[in-house]
């Protein structure tokens, strides 16, 4: 009996050694890394006519989920339909913010990089941004949501 252990020990072990070299996948799926990709900031430019302290506002940026929004919600009545934003990005080439023209049914198109000035509009809900690595071998889509109470609480 005790010269049987050391031969299915050494057997064991061997179906074992087998058993995992078979488990490698011929194909591997590759995962993307969106680092270059990532938004680091995001904030709202400062404009009293909308509501004070504007710029100040915090926006979460759930890298995970590609979701950036903010959780304390604006006041009642906040005319969001002509909002500028800054957005920080590690390494972007290109930040492209696609929103709906209001009364039509198209969608614009604007790059904050190219144009940080030009305002956002977020009245008629999230809006989608696509930020592109420098190299351009990568790419992010986020839902933009700037949240507004609709009742006074």
Same mark, same amino acid.
């Given at each position: 009996?005790?010269?049987? *252990?050391?031969?299915?020990?050494?057997?064991? *072990?061997?179906? %074992?050694?087998?058993?995992?070299?078979?488990?490698?996948?011929?194909?591997? /799926?590759? !995962?993307?890394?969106?680092?270059?990709?990532?938004?680091?900031?995001?904030?709202?430019?400062?404009?009293?006519?909308? /509501?004070?302290? *504007?710029?100040?506002?915090? #926006? !979460?940026?759930?890298?995970?989920?590609?979701?950036? #929004?903010?959780?304390?919600?604006?006041?009642? %009545?906040?005319?969001?339909?002509?909002?500028?934003?800054?957005?920080?990005? !590690?390494?972007? @080439?290109a930040c492209d913010i696609? #929103?709906?023209?209001? %009364?039509?049914?198209?969608?614009?198109?604007?790059?904050?990089?190219? @144009?940080?000035?030009?305002?956002?509009?977020?009245?008629? %809900?999230?809006? =989608?941004?696509?930020?592109? !690595?420098?190299?351009?071998?990568? =790419?992010?889509?986020?839902?933009? @949501?700037?949240?507004?109470?609709?009742?006074?609480?």
């Amino acid at each position: 009996m005790t010269r049987k *252990l050391p031969i299915y020990f050494i057997l064991s *072990l061997l179906v %074992g050694c087998f058993a995992a070299s078979c488990n490698e996948d011929p194909d591997p /799926v590759q !995962s993307s890394s969106y680092a270059n990709c990532a938004v680091t900031s995001f904030s709202l430019a400062k404009d009293d006519s909308v /509501v004070a302290a *504007l710029d100040s506002v915090y #926006f !979460s940026i759930d890298l995970v989920g590609a979701r950036i #929004f903010n959780a304390d919600s604006l006041p009642v %009545g906040t005319d969001v339909s002509k909002l500028i934003i800054k957005v920080g990005t !590690s390494s972007a @080439s290109a930040c492209d913010i696609t #929103f709906p023209i209001p %009364g039509t049914k198209r969608d614009t198109t604007i790059n904050i990089i190219e @144009s940080p000035n030009d305002s956002i509009n977020f009245s008629e %809900g999230p809006v =989608q941004m696509v930020v592109k !690595s420098y190299d351009g071998q990568a =790419q992010r889509a986020y839902t933009v @949501s700037v949240n507004v109470h609709k009742e006074i609480p």
